[in-house]
């Protein structure tokens, strides 16, 4: 429940988008008509907990993602914000541009975010530190050194693979980013873990991928085909 909680929305598309082979920003690419980001930007425009909306995208890219959100026609405010070299930094960049109680984290290159996630992510804040969504990990994972040599072997029905959207108190998450400045995650909730904050997973679904391959962008676009036909 919102309590009366002000929420920023964070959408981040300042990635590199390496591995997506096109030396373009996979963000951009259309998909079933639309751009990857216009999904994302929709599902949170339109959500009922959503005040306003922040996306972090490199500067050379700000001419574009205008053009989105203009295209878009959105009911939100929604402000661009320079991203940093890595994730983490962009989300710094982001958190200190709003004075929401609450901020909701999203990777712009999962585009068939649903909006039940966003509303159980800060529905379930009451009772827990951070939220996320994720799915069972499907394989066994092995943890290794450097060497590739195995050292542990997860017990599969503990295993999750963390997605987005993840939701914390801003204020909280600010705090840790700060404390380690020189720390670099791949997700907001670790740094929180390090401190012993109590994060909760949420269960998603497998088709809420993040699109980092071509191979990623052709099975979601699959998945939008059969919807239309």
Known sequence: MKENKSITGIILVAGN???????????????????VLSYSLEVFDKNKYIDDIIIAG?????????????????????????GGVTRKQSIYNCLNETNSDLVVIHDGARPLIKDTY??????KMKDYDGTTIGVKSKDTIKITDENNIVINTTERKYTWVIQTPQC??????????EKYMDKDVTDDCTLLEMEN???????????NIKITTSDDF????????????
Do not use: A, P, W
């Not at 082979?21 to 008509?33: S, T, Y």
């Not at 914390?168 to 980013?177: A, D, G, S, W």
């Not at 904050?197 to 679904?205: F, M, N, S």
């Open 17 to 35: 988008s390496k591995r997506f082979g096109k030396n373009r920003n996979k963000n951009f690419e259309i998909l079933d008509g639309k751009s």
């Open 218 to 229: 052709l099975f979601i676009k699959n998945i939008l085909n059969k919807k239309d036909n």
């Open 168 to 177: 914390f108190e801003k204020n909280i998450l600010l705090k840790m980013h």
């Open 197 to 207: 904050y109590k994060i909760k997973v949420i269960e998603g679904d497998y088709t």
């Open 118 to 123: 966003i509303n159980q992510c800060i529905d």
């Open 58 to 82: 490199k500067e050379e890219e700000i001419s574009q993602i205008q053009n989105i959100i203009t295209h878009e026609n959105l009911s939100k405010k929604v402000k661009i914000v320079i």
